[in-house]
């Protein structure tokens, strides 16, 4: 129904629902007090109000509430509705944990391994992966999952790593699908396992994640478990350069280059060049340092050039030392003590 009084309905029916949780939470039942913090923190129904919620949220914790304690332990997290703080996070995730939440014990992991509120503790944040991961929590399959990839905590096993990113990809958690295909990706050979890596990427690149866009895009290109299709590379290049992509936007580039997928347009390629440079992307600094030198999709620079090449080679390209030595005695003395400033101010964006 696209009538405005349908909607209406709704609305009222949860305002009403409002004032009698609050009724409840306000007589002390623990699950109406994490019920209205829900719909606080949500703005269902009402104002969104995160400090009111985590409000609520305490009361139900205190309560001995799991959801509510786990919520709680994540406002401290995230510093929603209080300053954060992660050892407080943690006490909350601990109280949720010990009752086996799920989702608490996956935070709590998460807690040792970062070493947000605790002592860093892989051994610790594998165990609690585990608990919540038995009990099929897609998260902590992730979690757990990484782990072994990694050998954090437990001894490094490729074969058990796949497993449980394989049990959290099939629930649909999207970075479990990502890792999965990179994992396999590494000792693919026959095609059948290609095209079991391109489903994976495809399928957390559908849910927008940009790593397996990119990687995605690599298959196209090279036509493994995938037919070979340069015009579909370079959309899916694209769809993860506009949301800032450093390597995607070098690649993209890089086909503008050279016209693979995509009409020849060198300056188009500069554009990305810089948009992955100005993220800290070497390769990309270096290319886009060439581009200036050699006057491809921009004019010969060689101050813009010289600069490039510097802050590529200032972060470890030898590549990028050579070229700039080449070029040293071309600059005068005035470009040369601009570059210099101009290199020792760059520091990289962090995309938004």
């Given at each position: ?53 985590a409000r609520w949220y305490q009361q139900a914790a205190e309560q001995g509430h799991a959801d509510a304690q786990n919520a709680l332990g994540l406002c401290y997290d995230e510093g929603t509705g209080v300053d954060r703080d992660p050892a ?90 990502h890792r999965l295909a990179r994992a396999l990706h590494k000792t693919a050979q026959r095609k059948a396992e290609f095209r079991e890596v391109a489903k994976w990427y495809r399928s957390a690149a559908e849910q927008g994640n940009l790593d ?141």
């Open positions: 129904m696209n009538s405005p009084w349908y909607g209406k309905l709704f609305q009222h029916a949860a305002e009403k629902e409002l004032v009698s949780l609050r009724q409840r939470a306000e007589q002390g039942e623990a699950e109406a007090q994490y019920q209205l913090a829900l719909r606080l923190g949500a703005g269902h129904g009402t104002t969104q109000d995160h400090v009111q919620a407080e996070a943690a006490t909350w995730y601990r109280k949720a944990a010990e009752q086996g939440h799920a989702a608490a014990q996956n935070n709590l992991g998460l807690s040792y391994r970062k070493g947000e509120g605790l002592t860093k503790d892989f051994e610790e944040a594998a165990r609690w992966f585990r608990l919540a991961a038995e009990q099929g929590y897609p998260d902590a399959e992730y979690s757990l999952g990484m782990a072994y990839y990694r050998g954090e905590g437990l001894p490094q096993d490729n074969a058990r790593a796949i497993k449980w990113l394989h049990k959290a990809a099939e629930k649909g958690e999207i970075n479990a699908m397996a866009m990119f990687y995605l895009a690599q298959l196209h290109s090279e036509g493994k478990g995938v037919a070979e299709n340069l015009v579909e590379a370079a959309a899916w290049l694209s769809k993860a350069a506009d949301q800032s992509h450093a390597p995607s936007q070098f690649e993209l580039g890089r086909k503008h280059l050279t016209g693979q997928g995509v009409t020849a347009n060198p300056v188009e390629g500069v554009k990305w060049f810089r948009a992955a440079a100005d993220q800290g992307h070497i390769p990309a600094q270096l290319q886009l340092g060439r581009c200036y030198l050699e006057g491809k999709g921009t004019a010969v620079d060689l101050a813009r050039a010289y600069r490039w090449f510097s802050i590529a080679a200032n972060a470890g390209s030898r590549e990028a030392a050579i070229e700039r030595d080449k070029i040293t005695g071309a600059l005068t003395a005035e470009q040369m003590i601009e570059a210099k400033q101009r290199i020792a101010a760059f520091t990289p964006t962090n995309p938004s």
